[in-house]
């Protein structure tokens, strides 16, 4: 009989060490908890790497986002939300010239202390899509000549506004491309609070190195930028 009962023992150890291995629903719960964690850690660690600008030249197109991670973007002329009402790029890019990508990244900078960001609504631009927009509404109040070009055909020229925390847009009482009186910079007939933004805006870009157009207050240019040469460098897009 005591080799029966020693046996019978042992059994009963065996189906007890089994049924502690099994987790309880709220366990499993648990567990589960944990490897979505993990998986959401691993995503934020497989963001591009900063780029550094080593030795490259000032007048060598980049990609701002290479660059840096904290700006945001509107690409309006890559969609049909603009004031032609037409896609003219391939798609939604923002390359500019080394010094400009430079001066963009210490401008921001100083608008992230005060807990804003730069947010493009257009950046270097082609002289082949300047020659599209200009066969689309040939007046020169709007769009530059292609002939001659624009700063933004050179890489230092952008057209930008500033989002909050949230990515919210300040106010600053148009819309990108609004052409009449009230994008001017002197025009004063607005709420003290879209008078205070556009302020921001113009006096922090012009600290580090931009100056703006009266007629636009989304529009600012690199100091020394138009000594550059009209460009039509292109870049390839994600298939």
């Known amino acids: 009989m005591k080799p029966l009962l020693i046996f019978l023992g042992i059994l009963a150890l065996s189906c ?6 099994v987790s309880s629903p709220m366990e499993t719960k648990e567990q589960q908890v944990q490897v979505m964690d993990t998986v959401e850690v691993n995503t934020e660690q497989q963001m591009p790497k900063i780029k550094e600008f080593g030795d490259l030249a000032d007048t060598t197109f980049v990609r701002l986002a ?18 032609l009402k037409a896609k003219v790029y391939d798609c939604p890019e923002c390359y500019v010239r080394t010094k400009t990508a430079k001066a963009l990244i210490e401008v921001n900078a100083a608008f ?31 769009v530059a000549n292609p002939v ?4 933004h055909n050179k890489g230092g020229a952008v057209d930008i506004t500033l989002v909050d925390t ?11 491309d609004f052409f009449g009186k009230k994008a001017h ?9 879209v008078l205070d933004n556009r302020k921001l805006l113009k006096e922090t870009m012009e600290k580090h190195g ?3 157009i009266r007629t ?17 460098f292109t870049w390839e897009c994600d298939q």
Not at 16 to 21: A, E, G, N
């Open 216 to 232: 636009e207050w989304w529009h600012y240019n690199l100091s020394g930028g138009s000594n550059d040469r009209v460009a039509d």
């Open 66 to 83: 290479d660059y840096s991670h904290d700006f945001a973007y509107d690409m309006r002329y890559a969609t049909e939300n603009n004031f």
């Open 210 to 212: 931009f100056w703006g």
């Open 148 to 151: 001659k070009g624009s700063i």
């Open 112 to 142: 992230l202390e005060k807990g804003y960001r730069i947010k493009f609504f257009d950046c270097y631009r082609p002289n082949s899509v300047q020659h599209k927009m200009w066969k689309l509404f040939p007046n020169p109040q709007y």
């Open 166 to 176: 949230e990515g919210e847009e300040l106010d600053m009482g148009t819309d990108f």
């Open 16 to 21: 007890c060490k089994q049924k502690s291995v």
């Open 185 to 193: 910079h002197d025009h004063m007939d607005l709420p003290k609070e």
